[in-house]
Structures are given as structure tokens and as C-alpha cells.
């Protein structure tokens, strides 16, 4: 019997250690299975989104006149009078100011003086040249033996001298005539007047001023007259924009001045050109101005209507990496595994960004990536919540091993 008892007990507590040493190797497995879950990042995916059909692009610009002109004077001389302050209406050939031109009245005088003395030697050289004509073709004609050949060819030649200097009278009185036209044609600019229908932007002289003609560097701008029927705006469009851009595109126009009021207008050419400085194309808009509301000179936000490219599409701005090797997105394959692929951005929209490139619909966009995440990792889809902890009574475990 008591043998009988000890092989019991010893037989209890084989299978008493049979059955520890199984629970510490299942709960061994649990923890290593929990282990290698919590490894692996869960993520959220999104598909990517069709763009709008169009996209508006707000861009500085500046408003020009239709047309513009800094008038200088033509003479040298001062200011008499002027007559037009600036924001002044003025129509096309109104006088805008006069000019004292003492120097060239006192040439304009000379020069009539020469020409009237040039006239006077021309009338006496034709009355010369006449007679010396009548002379020789009286002697020309004389019978033969009553007028020598050598007194023939003497009037001869004094036919044609007198001849030539009644041609260089002519040509001296023909010089006087000429300065008489110049000065007289620049006693015109004594007027300053308006080149076109417009308003005066600017007065930059006064009564007494000494005006210097010309536009060099010692001459001074009287006026500016701009025609502001209509204005020109232009805008700089960055490269990337500028497949978008033809004439008859729409505008709308916004002003600091004038909140609230939408102003519309038209493109009408490009400089076809990029500049190098800048990588941006200028772009002329036109709009009508029948309240002179837009002003030269100022600046404006002009909202460019363009037509959406139909390659690009919306991700979430928090889907995008930024590594050493460009902008990345992470894209899940049909194994669950990662591939990070260069992007292409467009607009960026605050919680959303546009992709030029590199992206479809039908991609399955990891939406968080964790910075460490690499191409070649495995990820699990969000689903329901994943346990926190190891089984129970397995960290003292783990902690023991």
C-alpha cells in the first residue's frame, strides 16, 4: 500500500511538471506571436481622388494705360504758361503749355534776312544770266565772217558761267529756305500739346523753368498723359502653369482699394518667351475701364480660370514623405508590402495636396507613414485595435526567460 502511494504521488508530480513545462512553452509562443504582431506598423489607406475640373491660380500683377507718354519739349527755351494740372481730361492736340523761346525767334529772324538777301543775289543773277543767253544767241547767229569764233566762244562762256552762278544762287537761297522751314517747324513745339484723348498723370514743371529739349539726361519730363479707356494688366505665370495659358483665357481682378468688387478681364498674348531670371511667362490681360477705376501704376490680384489637368489628382498632404530622394509616397502592393514611389506636387491645399505625377486612382496610399518606413516593409491594414499586451502572466515570464 505504501508503495502504491509513492507511485501516485511520483506519477502526480510527473505530470504536475509535464504540465508546466507545456504552459511555459505555450505562453513562450504567445509572447513571441505578440512580439512579431507588435512589429509590424498598422496603417490607414487612401485611394487617390480626381482633381477639380478646373483650378483658380491667384497672381500678382500690375495695372498699365492702354496708352502712355512722358512728353518732353522739343525746344530749348522757358516756360511761359501752362494749362492742364494733373488729373486733368485732355483731348488729342490741346495745348498743354508754352515755351519763350528767345534763341531760336532770333535764328528764325536771321534766317529770313539771309533768305530775303538770298532772293535779292538770285534775281540778279537770272537778269545776268539772261542777258549773257541774249548776248550769245545773238553772236551764235551772226553770219558767218562777221563775228570771229574765238568772240563767239568768249560769250560762249560767259553764257555759262553766268548760268552757273545763277545755279549757285539758287542752291544758297534754297539752304535759306530750308533753315527757314527747320526754325520755323520748331517755333511749332513752342506749344507742348496732348498726343492722344487721355488724362495727365503727372506735371513735372512750372511758369519760369528752364526746359531743356529732348529726353537725355539734362532734359526734365513735362508731362505724362496716359489713355486709360482701357488698361493692360500684366502677370507673371510660373513655368509650370504655362501649358495652361492661351489667349481668350478669363480673369478676375481684385483690388486692396476697392474690397469686395470683382473687375473681369481677358488675355490677349503671352511674351512667348520664359525668362531665365524668374522661370515665368508675362502674360498681357486686358480689361475695359469706363469708370477709370483701374488705376496705372497699381498693383493687383488677378485670378487666372484654368483648366485642370486631367492627370492630377488629391492625396492627403500627411501622406507624403519628404526624404533625401524627393517627395515619396508609400504605395501597398497586393502582398502587404510597401514600395515608396517619387511624386510630382502641384498646389498645396492646406489638408490636401495635388500629385502631378506618379500617382492613379487605383493606388492604395499608405495615409500616416511612420519615418521608418522603408520599401520592402510589411504593414497591416487598421482594423479592429490590436491587443496591447502580451497574454496573462506572460511579461513575468518574458522577464524571467
Not at 122 to 128: D, F, G, S
Not at 320 to 332: P, S, T, Y
Request: no cysteine; proline share 7%.
Amino acid at each position: 500500500m505504501p508503495r502504491l502511494l509513492g507511485v501516485s504521488a511520483l506519477a502526480l508530480v510527473i505530470a504536475v511538471g509535464f504540465e508546466g513545462i507545456w504552459h511555459r512553452h505555450s505562453q513562450e509562443k504567445a509572447v513571441a506571436a505578440w512580439t512579431d504582431a507588435a512589429a509590424i506598423p498598422t496603417v490607414d489607406i487612401v485611394h487617390p481622388t480626381k482633381g477639380p475640373p478646373g483650378q483658380q491660380v491667384i497672381l500678382p500683377g500690375d495695372i498699365h494705360a492702354w496708352y502712355e507718354a512722358p512728353i518732353y519739349a522739343r525746344v530749348n527755351g522757358y516756360l511761359k504758361d501752362w494749362y492742364f494740372d494733373f488729373g486733368a481730361q485732355v483731348k488729342k492736340g490741346q495745348v498743354l503749355a508754352d515755351i519763350e523761346t528767345p534763341e531760336i525767334d532770333a535764328e528764325l529772324t536771321a534766317a529770313k534776312a539771309k533768305l530775303n538777301a538770298a532772293s535779292a543775289a538770285v534775281k540778279v543773277r537770272e537778269a545776268e544770266a539772261q542777258f549773257a543767253k541774249t548776248t550769245y544767241a545773238r553772236w551764235r547767229s551772226s553770219p558767218p565772217g562777221v563775228v570771229s569764233v574765238q568772240e563767239r566762244d568768249a560769250k560762249q562762256a560767259e553764257f555759262e558761267s553766268n548760268t552757273a552762278r545763277l545755279n549757285a544762287a539758287k542752291a544758297d537761297m534754297a539752304m535759306a529756305q530750308a533753315d527757314v522751314d527747320r526754325l520755323q517747324s520748331l517755333q511749332g513745339f513752342k506749344q507742348v500739346v496732348a498726343p492722344f484723348d487721355g488724362v495727365v498723370t503727372a506735371r513735372e514743371t512750372d511758369i519760369g523753368a528752364l526746359i531743356n529739349a529732348g529726353s537725355n539726361g539734362t532734359a526734365r519730363e513735362l508731362f505724362s498723359v496716359a489713355d486709360i479707356h482701357k488698361v493692360r494688366i500684366y502677370v507673371k505665370v510660373p513655368q509650370r502653369l504655362t501649358g495652361n495659358i492661351h489667349p481668350g483665357l478669363t480673369a478676375e481682378l481684385r483690388l486692396p482699394q476697392y474690397p469686395g468688387k470683382v473687375f473681369t478681364a481677358k488675355a490677349t498674348t503671352t511674351s512667348r518667351s520664359v525668362n531665365t531670371s524668374s522661370r515665368t511667362l508675362l502674360l498681357e490681360l486686358q480689361a475695359d475701364n469706363p469708370d477709370g477705376l483701374l488705376q496705372p501704376g497699381t498693383y493687383v490680384e488677378a485670378q487666372l480660370n484654368l483648366p485642370s489637368d486631367p492627370n492630377t489628382v488629391l492625396i492627403p498632404a500627411s501622406a507624403i514623405l519628404f526624404r533625401q530622394h524627393g517627395l515619396e509616397v508609400a504605395l501597398l502592393g497586393d502582398d502587404d508590402k510597401v514600395t515608396l514611389k517619387k511624386i510630382s506636387l502641384g498646389r498645396n491645399l492646406g489638408v490636401q495636396a495635388e500629385v502631378t505625377n506618379g500617382l492613379v486612382l487605383s493606388d492604395r496610399v499608405v495615409g500616416s507613414p511612420p519615418d521608418s518606413l522603408g520599401s520592402g516593409d510589411i504593414v497591416r491594414i487598421a482594423g479592429p485595435p490590436a491587443p496591447d499586451k502580451p497574454p496573462n502572466g506572460s511579461e513575468k515570464e518574458a522577464e524571467a526567460n
